[in-house]
């Protein structure tokens, strides 16, 4: 059975798979020497956002869904508070108590595999829940697709969360483990993120795009029309899921990009405020009256050697150009939730590419080798829209792809992108330089006596 309050739900291509599940469950056997009969499994996806991309510290309005592959968290109640962890994907034994106080990273150098476990102790015993078991656990996540955009962070936090959660039998709701996901991420890291990717993770249905409020934390759910139509086979969607794989790796809380963005961000909302006379709302742009914006935008002045010169009203450049990603993004969330619920992929492709070029333009996010590799899936064969994954600094690209084009659009970026850049390629696994998805469901601590496929 899936545990109570958390999600389920089932469309056609289920993660994990019974394989998985029962690799991870006897690694927890061999380091507890507990019965396999006694595992839990939290099975947290990874996460993709088609629009709304970084608008979601400033309170805008984002679109998310998950993957069928993700993070699986093997775990058994540990006789006492201690915890004892070990990882598919890094070396060591990770041991603390859930009793002992937690103080958040300092130094985002001193950020390791273990930060996560504790960080959701931290996050846990600030918000006053009694924490008096541990865990005997192993994690494990996809290799190659950890630190590429795809949320695997707060994948690895929210795992950490229901399973500490399950075994002191705490009934914490969605969207409370959603605040204390953001509290692992920008209290005990240090990282100024918002809230898309633990609401994509916790929240996602399948056969739906999720609409994250994350001024108000309201989540919202549209039904892609398409699926109820009597062509769409086994209730299938008509399109799939291309992730294309830069060969570069970030660490946010070791990027100081992803910070200075937010911080922009936050300056701009602080100058359109005050010169609206709102200097008493906080500062995001969400608190800003477009008509307040628009007024402020830059003024043409004269075209000099083909280059525009402009008079700054109240932003400065950098300023005025995160301004501009935030109001321009909003609308383009807007318009893709009518297209979505329309089924017109083509609309909500153009507006996905319209994000990622935005995010390059003036967010100024990504690299000469994450550019590439955009603008090559706007090339391949069935690929409806594309635009960056994540922070957009580094790791990969998404594409929404028509579904019986996938393969070909997914060998065509293979092979170009080993042109562009063949010393990155090279160190990408064969098969995980573009990876065919789906979407998926919500994370959930699945049970021993739980049969996914029943």
Same mark, same amino acid.
């Given at each position: 059975? &899936?545990? *109570?309050?958390?999600?389920?739900?089932?469309?056609?291509?289920?993660?994990?798979?019974?394989?998985?599940?029962?690799?991870?469950?006897?690694?927890?056997?061999?380091?507890?020497?507990?019965?396999?009969?006694?595992?839990?499994?939290?099975?947290?996806?990874?996460? /993709?956002?088609?629009?709304?991309?970084?608008?979601?510290?400033?309170?805008?309005?984002?679109?998310?869904?998950?993957?069928?592959?993700?993070?699986? !968290?093997?775990?058994? *109640?540990?006789?006492?508070?201690?915890?004892?962890?070990?990882?598919?994907?890094?070396?060591?034994?990770?041991?603390?108590?859930?009793?002992?106080?937690?103080?958040?990273?300092?130094?985002?150098?001193?950020?390791?595999?273990?930060?996560?476990?504790?960080?959701?102790?931290?996050?846990?015993?600030?918000?006053?829940?009694?924490?008096?078991?541990?865990?005997?656990?192993?994690?494990?996540?996809?290799?190659? !697709?950890?630190?590429?955009?795809?949320?695997?962070?707060?994948?690895?936090?929210?795992?950490?969360?229901?399973?500490?959660?399950?075994?002191?039998?705490?009934?914490?709701?969605?969207?409370?483990?959603?605040? %204390?996901?953001?509290?692992?991420?920008?209290?005990?890291?240090?990282?100024?993120?918002?809230?898309?990717?633990?609401? $994509? /993770?916790?929240?996602?249905?399948?056969?739906?795009?999720?609409?994250?409020?994350?001024?108000?934390?309201?989540?919202?759910?549209?039904?892609?029309?398409?699926?109820?139509?009597?062509?769409?086979?086994?209730?299938? @969607?008509?399109?799939?899921?291309?992730?294309?794989?830069?060969?570069?790796?970030?660490?946010?809380?070791?990027?100081?990009?992803?910070?200075?963005?937010?911080?922009?961000?936050?300056?701009?909302?602080?100058?359109?405020?005050?010169?609206?006379?709102?200097?008493?709302?906080?500062?995001? %742009?969400?608190?800003?009256?477009?008509?307040?914006?628009?007024?402020?935008?830059? %003024?043409?002045?004269?075209?000099?050697?083909?280059?525009?010169?402009?008079?700054?009203?109240?932003?400065? =450049?950098?300023?005025?150009?995160?301004?501009?990603?935030?109001?321009?993004?909003?609308?383009?969330?807007?318009?893709?939730?009518?297209?979505?619920?329309?089924?017109?992929?083509?609309?909500?492709?153009?507006?996905?590419?319209?994000?990622? =070029?935005?995010?390059?333009?003036?967010?100024?996010?990504?690299?000469?080798?994450?550019?590439?590799?955009?603008?090559?899936?706007?090339?391949?064969?069935?690929? @409806?829209?594309?635009?960056?994954?994540?922070?957009?600094? =580094?790791?990969?690209?998404?594409?929404? &792809?028509?579904? #019986?084009?996938?393969?070909?659009? $997914?060998?065509?970026? $293979?092979?170009?992108?080993?042109?562009?850049?063949?010393?990155?390629?090279?160190?990408? *696994?064969? #098969?995980?330089?573009?990876?065919?998805?789906? *979407?998926?469901?919500?994370?959930?601590?699945?049970?021993?006596?739980? =049969? @996914?496929?029943?």
């Amino acid at each position: 059975m &899936v545990a *109570p309050g958390v999600g389920g739900g089932g469309g056609p291509s289920r993660w994990p798979s019974e394989e998985e599940l029962d690799i991870v469950r006897k690694k927890v056997v061999e380091i507890s020497g507990r019965d396999e009969c006694e595992v839990r499994v939290a099975a947290c996806p990874y996460r /993709i956002c088609p629009l709304g991309a970084h608008i979601d510290h400033q309170g805008g309005i984002v679109t998310a869904m998950t993957i069928n592959y993700g993070v699986l !968290l093997g775990f058994v *109640p540990s006789n006492d508070s201690e915890v004892l962890l070990q990882s598919g994907q890094f070396e060591g034994v990770v041991r603390f108590r859930v009793d002992d106080l937690q103080k958040p990273i300092d130094n985002p150098e001193n950020i390791n595999w273990e930060s996560y476990a504790r960080g959701a102790v931290y996050a846990l015993q600030n918000s006053g829940y009694d924490l008096r078991k541990g865990i005997i656990g192993y994690i494990s996540g996809v290799k190659g !697709l950890d630190s590429s955009g795809l949320s695997s962070s707060a994948a690895v936090g929210i795992a950490y969360l229901l399973a500490l959660e399950n075994v002191n039998d705490l009934v914490v709701s969605s969207v409370d483990n959603i605040q %204390l996901d953001k509290s692992i991420e920008n209290k005990y890291l240090g990282l100024e993120n918002g809230i898309l990717d633990p609401s $994509a /993770i916790l929240l996602s249905r399948y056969g739906y795009l999720t609409f994250m409020d994350c001024k108000t934390a309201s989540p919202s759910y549209v039904y892609f029309l398409e699926l109820s139509k009597s062509q769409q086979s086994q209730g299938h @969607l008509p399109f799939k899921i291309l992730l294309a794989f830069s060969g570069l790796q970030h660490n946010l809380p070791k990027k100081r990009g992803y910070n200075t963005r937010v911080f922009e961000c936050k300056e701009a909302a602080r100058a359109l405020l005050h010169a609206s006379g709102c200097e008493e709302a906080s500062n995001i %742009l969400r608190n800003v009256d477009s008509v307040v914006y628009e007024a402020q935008k830059f %003024l043409k002045l004269s075209m000099q050697s083909q280059h525009d010169l402009f008079l700054q009203c109240v932003l400065e =450049r950098n300023l005025s150009r995160r301004a501009e990603h935030y109001f321009s993004e909003m609308k383009r969330v807007a318009k893709g939730r009518d297209a979505w619920a329309r089924g017109n992929l083509q609309e909500l492709g153009q507006l996905i590419s319209a994000s990622g =070029r935005s995010s390059i333009l003036n967010y100024e996010c990504g690299s000469k080798e994450m550019i590439q590799l955009y603008e090559i899936l706007l090339k391949a064969p069935g690929v @409806l829209g594309a635009r960056f994954s994540g922070a957009g600094f =580094r790791g990969c690209c998404l594409a929404i &792809v028509e579904s #019986d084009r996938a393969e070909a659009a $997914a060998a065509y970026v $293979a092979a170009e992108y080993e042109k562009a850049q063949p010393e990155l390629v090279s160190r990408i *696994p064969a #098969d995980r330089r573009v990876l065919v998805c789906e *979407p998926g469901d919500s994370a959930r601590v699945i049970l021993p006596d739980d =049969r @996914l496929h029943s």
